[in-house]
């Protein structure tokens, strides 16, 4: 009989450990009145075919390692056997435990007889066996005894495995973390680049591309960056290089579509001397300037033909042949491409090869446009006056309630890169005053069609002229009713050339 006495020791030793491996020795010590034994074993069944051992009070026998076979899936909570006499035992066939020779060895040890029961646990059922050195040891008046006490480690295991997951768990939120802490950390050291220290962006879809991008960094891997213009493929690549065992390599970023079909492969290739009419030297290419670094290939859609057959060399083989060369040259680099066409498209038509499309594309990351991402609009223009004022020596220009509102509702078809322009002019014209939208100077929301700007534009300069008129040419007076600054108004006249 399992006395209540019994069960509180129980209790108490599984609430006070982890692992219940660790007291099972103390366990059979304590259940030892209740049921005498000379070996307690547990195994765990894992729900279909196996049961595989989990913890033994002693090593006074064998390792059981894993039953498998059919049978298995039959036995169910409630289940029990003895075993009067190991040595006559068929079922289960001996050949479906590891070890093989498990049974010699129980019976080397001295063991005779055993007794298993089946509890369900928390996450699968659990079997608990009680082994003696005698003969017909246990009786079906101990089985209520034996189930009672494998609940109570059923109650153990399931505390075990809670606290294992919220160990994991753990173990996962301080992962996201340390990734997190690596983002920020090289944001924040993002080499200043045009003016632009720090990498900014606070929503998801950005933080979705700056994840992508930590995790490639650390590879060899080649990466296809793709997006309209303007939405941060060179600063995501700068990102890369800056994240990547190269970072004290070189980053050299070359632009396919800023030389002419010839040129680009000398200048990405290099040439030897008197290989075309005027190489009068050996002249390195771009790959060979990018050795131990980053080569960034700007968009690589632009990209002829022939000079195509050559990038895929390098990438396959690592290695190159100069313009007029014959000797293969190592390259020692990692490649970047970006392109705002659609690559697909342009295999499609011919004008990319498919082979190299699936090997620049072998990790691609997508830069959302900005105005899918309105929350960065916000992060962006407060980085960008921030560097603005750095640039000008002065505290970043602050900016009304409805510039801001302005900016939000603007569609950004030039992405970061107008919303840096934007704010450039209008910080510019705002002279260290707060920028309203006016400054911004933005196409009304729906109407970006050229002849519309030309006649907001055009209705300024109306306005300004009847205004100067009115106050008979006294620029103060007129920029008072205009609600500009004198210097702002300068600019004006300069800008519509109001004379
Ligand atoms: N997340 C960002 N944080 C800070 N600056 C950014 C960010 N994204 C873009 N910029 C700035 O916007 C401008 C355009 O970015 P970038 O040159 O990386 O765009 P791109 O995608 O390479 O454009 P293109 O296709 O025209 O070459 C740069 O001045 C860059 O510094
Ligand atoms: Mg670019």
């Known amino acids: 009989m399992l006395t209540l006495e019994v069960s509180e020791q129980l209790l108490r030793l599984l609430g006070s450990v982890l692992d219940i491996r660790q007291v099972f020795p103390e366990i059979s010590a304590i259940v030892q009145p209740v049921i005498p034994h000379d070996r307690l074993t547990m195994t765990l069944h894992d729900g279909q075919r196996s049961l595989v051992a989990h913890a033994f009070s002693n090593d006074d026998g064998p390792f059981l390692v894993r039953i498998h076979g059919t049978h298995i899936e039959a036995l169910q909570d409630g289940w029990f056997r003895i075993v009067d006499d190991i040595s006559t035992m068929t079922d289960p066939p001996w050949t479906d435990v590891e070890p093989k020779d498990y049974r010699t060895q129980l019976s080397d040890a001295g063991y005779r007889s055993v007794m298993s029961v089946i509890v369900r646990g928390r996450h699968q059922r659990i079997a608990l066996h009680f082994w003696s050195k005698q003969a017909a040891a246990f009786s079906d008046a101990d089985v209520p005894a034996a189930r009672l006490i494998a609940l109570h480690l059923a109650l153990g295991v399931s505390h075990e495995q809670l606290a294992e997951a919220a160990e994991e768990a753990r173990a996962a939120r301080r992962r996201a973390q340390k990734l997190a802490q690596r983002v920020e950390a090289l944001s ?5 680049h045009r003016g632009v220290t720090r990498m900014a962006g606070t929503s998801a879809e950005w933080r979705r591309v700056v994840t992508a991008a930590t995790q490639v ?16 493929k060179e600063v995501i690549s700068r990102y890369i290089h800056r994240a990547s065992t190269r970072r004290h390599g070189p980053f050299v970023a070359v632009n396919c579509a800023a030389l002419p079909e010839p040129l680009l492969e000398s200048e990405l290739f290099g040439h030897e001397r008197g290989a075309f009419t005027g190489a009068q030297q050996r002249k390195p290419g771009q790959i060979d300037v990018a050795a131990g670094g980053v080569l960034l290939l700007d968009e690589v859609s632009e990209m002829a033909l022939s000079a195509q057959v050559k990038l895929l060399r390098v990438l396959q083989e690592r290695e190159f042949t100069r313009l007029g060369g014959t000797r293969p040259v190592k390259a020692d ?21 498919d082979d190299l499309y699936y090997r620049l594309q072998v990790f691609g990351i997508h830069l959302p446009p900005l105005r899918e991402r ?7 223009t407060a980085q960008f006056l921030e560097d603005l004022g750095q640039q000008f020596g002065r505290a970043p220009a602050g900016i009304t309630y409805d510039a801001k509102a302005a900016l939000l509702a603007h569609p950004w078809r030039g992405n970061a890169r107008e919303l840096r322009n934007a704010l450039e002019r209008a910080a510019i014209l705002a002279e260290g005053g707060l920028i309203t939208p006016e400054h911004l100077a933005l196409e ?3 109407r970006t069609d050229a002849a519309t700007t030309t006649d907001v534009r055009e209705m300024e300069r109306q306005l300004i002229t009847r205004v100067l008129r009115e106050a008979r040419g006294n620029k103060s007076r007129a920029a008072r009713k205009l609600g500009l600054s004198r210097k702002q108004l300068y600019h004006r006249i300069g800008m519509y050339g109001i004379g």
């Open 188 to 192: 924040e050291a993002l080499d200043s």
């Open 217 to 232: 960094a650390a590879t060899e891997t080649t990466v296809l960056l793709t997006g309209e213009s303007g939405t941060g």
């Open 444 to 446: 009304p929301l729906a």
């Open 333 to 353: 680099i990692r490649l970047i491409a970006a392109t705002n066409r659609d690559l697909r498209a342009a295999v499609e038509r011919g004008d990319f090869r």
């Open 374 to 380: 309105p929350e960065d609009i916000v992060a962006l």
